[in-house]
């Protein structure tokens, strides 16, 4: 099973508004990161948080990390059009294998 | 700098074929990962090189196999298509493995499997 779990799946909104993503993790992790997908491309990084960390800011994003609640939110604000795209948390585990497991996403519309 | 190259872009193949796709990192990284993404089963894991070397594997039935050369292009070959293994296969690069490395994306190419 996934070792990420986002909600809500889909999340529709009007340009304006802010949007908040929340992922769910099973076990430890080195770090979180949370990744854009435009259709049918390639995923872009947006940002990386640490297990040590609780929030982290990047222009109009917001991470946080709750380890003791193994939950992270990804906060969009003033949200735009270009923002429409689906999102994607990804674990770094702590033990295992060196590499990043994803979470099935949530699809972000954004109305005009 | 270049970004992430992955060729072809769109593929139609028939069940029982085989297939083999081609990564392009980025110039000074070393390390390549693939996934697979799927409406389904989201992105999964298929393996990850790392200086010609294979460093992790994902849950993959032998059919899926990688390689990567000395210039850390990589490919990765499916054998004996099957319906399933239609997909959007991607392929990321790092310049060191490790799990604070982010990933880079190519577009990734859209495997049809009919």
């Known amino acids: 099973s996934q070792q990420g779990e986002e909600d809500p799946q889909a999340l529709s909104i009007q340009e304006g508004e802010n949007a908040t993503m929340n992922c769910s993790y099973k076990?430890?992790?080195?770090?979180l990161q949370w990744y854009r997908q435009n259709s049918g491309r390639g995923l872009v990084h947006l940002i990386l948080i640490r297990s040590n960390e609780r929030e982290k800011h990047s222009g109009r994003l917001r991470v946080t990390l709750d380890t003791s609640k193994k939950s992270s939110s990804l906060l969009i604000t003033a949200s735009r059009a270009a923002d429409t795209a689906s999102y994607f948390c990804a674990t770094a585990l702590l033990q295992g294998a060196q590499k990043l497991v994803f979470g099935q996403g949530t699809r972000l519309t954004i109305n005009p | 700098k270049a970004g992430v190259t992955q060729t072809p872009r769109y593929l139609i193949k028939t069940r029982g074929q085989q297939v083999t796709l081609s990564c392009s990192p980025i110039?000074?990284?070393?390390?390549v990962s693939w996934y697979q993404q799927t409406p389904g089963q989201g992105l999964q894991f298929l393996f990850e090189?790392?200086?010609?070397?294979?460093?992790n594997k994902g849950n993959f039935p032998g059919r899926f196999s990688g390689r990567q050369f000395s210039n850390s292009r990589s490919e990765m070959n499916v054998s004996t298509l099957e319906l399933g293994d239609s997909a959007l296969y991607l392929c990321a690069s790092t310049s060191e493995p490790g799990p604070s490395e982010k990933l880079f994306f190519g577009s990734g190419t859209q495997l049809s499997v009919l």
């Open positions: 076990t430890s992790i080195n770090n």
């Open positions: 110039s000074g990284h070393r390390s």
């Open positions: 090189y790392f200086s010609e070397t294979q460093r």
